[in-house]
């Protein structure tokens, strides 16, 4: 079995050989060129698939408290409970999360009076969240999960542990919806009818 680097080097010597015709050459970078998009695919389809959420993680998710920026008390699960809720896990070094912050603001401060709730919960340490916020205020509550944050992504299904991250859970406390990245506009819309 030949080594990817000696495949490589194969496939150099053998199209740069003059006895090569000019439609095998071709044919021989586009077959390369396709299998590296294919398996560029494949990774990018590995990192942002979802598994199952664990039946420990939704059990317990209502149950849990996270602390409020700047140690202004708690925020409790329980208290979303009957409502729709999105969960939207994210950080202040995160680009794509913050990217997406202001159109979660627009989509709470316009679904809030159906019933809807956004909670952020930032995978970051409090300082930096105080400082962002200070910057950035938003109408939703946001509370820090920090690094143990991570770990619940995780038991959410989120494979590869990555953000932003976004849980959309039902009146019943069902998980609706779950998205790995950068949340669009037509992903609010699609939700809203919840």
């Known amino acids: ?24 050459r071709q ?23 979802l598994g199952q959420p664990s039946a420990a993680a939704l059990d317990g998710i209502w149950g849990q408290a996270f602390a409020a920026p700047g140690g202004q008390g708690e925020v409790r699960m ?14 202040t070094w995160c680009p794509p999360c913050v ?9 709470y401060q316009a679904q809030r009076d159906k019933g809807w709730q956004v909670l952020g919960l930032a995978v970051d340490q409090d300082a930096a969240v105080q400082r962002f916020l200070q910057r950035m205020p938003l109408a ?5 999960a920090g690094l143990s944050g991570t770990q619940l992504t995780r038991d959410l299904g989120n494979s590869a542990g990555g953000l932003p991250f976004t849980v959309v ?17 037509s ?6 009818s919840l």
């Open 169 to 185: 859970f039902g009146r019943q406390g069902e998980v609706q919806h779950r998205k790995m990245g950068q949340l669009l506009a």
């Open 187 to 192: 992903d609010l819309q699609n939700w809203a």
């Open 78 to 91: 329980q208290a979303f409970q009957g409502k729709p809720l999105l969960l939207n896990f994210w950080a």
């Open 140 to 144: 939703f509550p946001v509370a820090i």
């Open 1 to 24: 079995m030949q080594t990817p680097e000696r495949e490589a080097v194969d496939t150099a010597h053998t199209l740069a050989s003059p006895t090569v015709s000019r439609r095998r």
């Open 99 to 107: 990217d997406e912050l202001p159109m979660l603001n627009q989509f």
């Open 27 to 49: 044919l021989l970078t586009g077959g390369v060129a396709g299998a590296a998009l294919a398996a560029g695919a494949g990774w990018a389809w590995w990192q942002h698939r």
